[in-house]
């Protein structure tokens, strides 16, 4: 049984580095083909995608916040952490991190985990 | 970026109701699409995958047709636990990208 657990702050002051963890279970991120993506959700909004991180350290980045993103992984840990420089009050959000299927031509996400809100407020 | 459009934002519908909800790309995804579902405070779930595939444990009234730049997901005899937010997500290139959602509530 696959499932996934973000954590990190619940609030964060404008121009903090926010970090979040996902540690997860039920998978291993040395399986080929595995991967562990990041998805916000502003309050009343759409998902959006952030980045994704595979089994064999490659990773993509949502263009328009590259230069503020960076993903790692911790396979022996079972840890994908996420950061964010320079957050702002528009960065308020429910971030999820989601697991994606060992398959190579496939980028969806088919579990997710709970989710974390993220509050930015001086 | 491939934008995807859904419509409508909002649907009011009935328990037994056929309803239909339209996603667009901006340019071809060829069949790279995928649905969910999600329910207030809850994590969005995976309903389809390529546009047309169930994933597994997704009850058969639901369905998903297109391919290209138009796409729909269809649930038949919609239930009460169906009233939800769908979203549609586009997986033929980076940035992957999602449609604004689709409320379906109760009429």
């Known amino acids: 049984q696959i499932t996934l657990k973000e954590s990190g702050p619940t609030v964060v002051k404008p121009t903090q580095t926010l970090t979040l963890t996902c540690t997860f279970s039920?998978?291993?991120?040395?399986?080929?083909?595995?991967?562990v993506g990041w998805i916000r959700q502003p309050p009343g909004k759409a998902p959006e995608w952030l980045a994704v991180?595979?089994?064999?350290?490659?990773?993509r980045y949502s263009p328009s916040l590259r230069s503020r993103l960076s993903i790692t992984k911790d396979t022996s840990k079972n840890q994908v952490v996420l950061t964010m420089t320079n957050m702002d009050s528009v960065d308020t959000a429910t971030y999820y991190c989601a697991h994606r299927p060992a398959s190579f031509s496939v980028y969806y996400f088919d579990l997710w985990g709970q989710g974390t809100l993220v509050t930015v407020s001086s | 970026d491939i934008q995807m459009t859904q419509s409508p934002s909002t649907l009011s519908a009935s328990v037994g109701d056929r309803i239909t909800i339209t996603c667009r790309a901006s340019?071809?995804?060829?069949?790279?699409l995928a649905w969910y579902q999600q329910k207030p405070g809850k994590a969005p779930e995976l309903l389809i995958t390529k546009a047309s595939s169930l994933e597994s444990g997704v009850p058969s009234r639901f369905s998903g047709s297109g391919s290209g730049t138009e796409f729909t997901l269809t649930i038949n005899n919609l239930q009460p636990d169906d009233f939800a937010t769908y979203y549609c997500q586009q997986y033929n290139a980076y940035p992957l990208t999602f449609g604004g959602g689709t409320k379906v509530e109760i009429k």
């Open positions: 039920g998978f291993s991120l040395s399986t080929p083909g595995v991967g």
């Open positions: 991180i595979y089994w064999n350290d490659d990773n």
């Open positions: 340019q071809s995804i060829v069949s790279w």
